[in-house]
Structure formats: structure tokens, C-alpha cells
């Protein structure tokens, strides 16, 4: 059993370097976006972080973002590194005739963690994720907790003082990711999974209510017709996960159920991962890599999955 919930998460991170920042800048930012990710972007306020994805013509996930409005004319989209270069490639395929400029503005802004007393002292009282408070030139986007402590990414430019805290080690930050339930996606699992998938529709990651962006009719479809076979779980394993490992039920030795989305170190021993997996396997053994693999133990969600509509 993990027995992770007297871990301290509290303090803040070093920068964290596996996360890079596009910035989309230019009177037709916000339009743009909205006509190529996942969630809202026309309507977004400065006060609001959105979680999206950019996904391929068949709804498969290309990438993940968090994304920031800085002013009318300037969002940026934080995602992982290794993601960037080919993202921002694919991305400013699109723009075309749009007012936007899209370039990769990491080594101008510091990304920190924050983590439990830090966190909190730098958010609203009683604000729900994907709020962001400012701070200076500073943006705190609120994330979903871990282990029921308060976590935020620390958004800023290069030279901005950084945020008062205790230390926070970046592989403790990692494990927090984990649990919380909220992947990011990376090379390996590129274009695996719809957002379903990995639960981005029941975390504020897809809005059903907006317009035509590549990918939305299979998103549509796979919500509104009650056909979703996969979410995503968090589970604890005693030796190493890789991301993009199959998953297999000790059921069934020749078709995986499910494929590792993001793993991390325990605090306490072993490893805790996000995993894929196919909703009718979730109650059988599972096993990571093959039938005589790592056993899995799935843990609860810390959020509530939004049912099929």
C-alpha cells in the first residue's frame, strides 16, 4: 500500500526546466488559439489559467498547455520541453493571415513550483484551480492539489525575484504532478490518447460549448454518445514505471488495457504513475509491461470524473 499522505509538499522548487513557455503574441492571440486547442481562449480573462491540448485531425493529443493571458495582446502557453520545438513548428503552420507570432519564449520566464504554505500564501482564500493571482511581473497560476496541500506554477519573467519558501525538491514537485491526477503530455505518448483519456474533460481541459478546432467531432463524439472506454487512474508500483509502458491485466496476456502516461518517484517507496487504462479492467490485476510485470495498485482520484453526457 502507498502510504504517502504524511508527506510535507511545502515549499518552493528550483526552476523547473522540463517546462518551456511559447508565447503567442499580436492583436489575433487569443482567436487564434481558440480555433486550435481544446478549451475557451476568446473568452479567457486575465484572472483565468486554461488547460488545453492540441490534438491531430483524428482528436489524438499532440500536446498539453497551460495557458496564461499576460494582456490582450500576449498568452502564454506553458508545456513540456521536450514537446516545444515540433509543437511550436505545427502550430505556426496555422496562422496564416492571423495577427499572432508565435516564438519560444523559455529562456525569458522562470517556471517554480509552489507547494503547500507558499502556495497558499500566494493564492486567493478559497479559489479553484486554474486561477491566476498576480504578483509584480509575476503569475500564479492555481493547480490541482496533492495529498490535499495547495500547488501553483510560478510564472515570471528572467530576473524576477523569486517566491519566499521553504526548498522544495523538484522530484517531490514531480510526485505531486503525479498524484494529483493532472497529466502533461511528453514525446513518448504523443498523439496516444484523446483527451478523454486522460480525464482532461472532467479537469477544465476541453470546453464542449466553443466552436470548430482540429479534432473536436471525435472529442464530441466520444462525449456525447457515451462511447468512452478509457480514463485515466492513479496507481502505486514497487519498481520503476516508463511512460508509455503498456499495461496489461494478469487476465489477459496478449492485449494491453492501458499505457503508462506520466510516472514519478514516491516519497515513501517505489513509484506512483498516471496510467490509461480501460474502464472495464480497472477492478482486474493489472501489470506493467507484460502478464509477469509490475503489480499495480490503482489508488483514488483526488476529482470527480464528469460522466458521459
Known sequence: MNLTASVPLNGVTPPLQHLGVIRVLGEDAASFLHGQLTQDFALQKPEQARLAAF???KGRMQA??????RSSTEILLICSRDLLPPTLKRLSMFVMRAKAKLTDASEEFVIAGLAGDAARAALPADSAAWTVATQGDASVVQLYPAQGQARALWVAPVGTPAPA???LS????????????????????????????INYESIGGVNFKKGCYPGQEI???SQFRGTLKRRAYVVHADTELTVGAEVFSANDAEQPVGTVVQSAKAPNGGVDAIVSLQIASVGEP???GSVDGAKLEVQALPYELLEDI
Open 55 to 57: 490534438l491531430t485531425a
Open 64 to 69: 498539453t498547455f497551460v495557458g496564461i493571458k
Open 165 to 167: 519558501g521553504e526548498p
Open 170 to 197: 523538484e522530484e517531490l514537485w514531480n510526485w505531486s504532478e503525479v498524484v494529483s491526477g493532472v497529466a502533461t503530455l511528453t514525446t513518448p505518448i504523443v498523439e496516444a490518447f484523446v483527451p478523454q483519456m
Open 219 to 221: 472529442v464530441a463524439r
Open 286 to 288: 493489472l501489470r506493467a
